[in-house]
């Protein structure tokens, strides 16, 4: 996904004689002493000078899709579809998971079923 590496302001001044307007560059707008000469009625006029400019750029939030991989409960869940047959109940699945800490609902099968 791309983002913007530079940008461009540019500031609007108005004629106080015919209402056009006239933009600038930031740099012309920073520039002590730059005038401009209106195009339409022909008055020259001497800009109020910017210090800085400051863009600020909020990108959208992405949304970052989070794929089912072995977290706890998935893990439990797995476990408990394997031992459910055998009568065991999910609670206690997720009680031994608590201090047996499988990394995987096979080992989780496995150290639950060595510890009954
Ligand atoms: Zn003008």
């Not at 000469?37 to 992405?62: E, M, S």
């Not at 998935?74 to 408990?80: E, F, L, S």
Request: glycine content about 4%; proline content about 2%.
């Amino acid at each position: 996904m791309l983002e913007p590496i530079n940008f461009d302001v540019q500031l609007q001044y108005q004629c106080p004689g015919c209402n056009a307007g006239h933009w600038l560059t930031k740099e012309e707008a920073k520039a002590a002493g730059f005038k401009i000469v209106c195009d339409v009625c022909g008055t020259i006029h001497q800009i109020r000078t910017v210090d800085n400019t400051k863009l600020l750029v909020n990108f959208f939030k992405t949304k970052v899709k989070v794929t089912a991989t072995a977290t706890v409960t998935n893990i439990v869940d797995d476990a408990y579809t394997i031992l459910k047959k055998y009568g065991y109940k999910q609670a206690d699945i997720a009680t031994a998971q608590q201090s047996i800490r499988a990394t995987s609902a096979k080992q989780l099968v496995k150290k639950f079923l060595a510890i009954r």
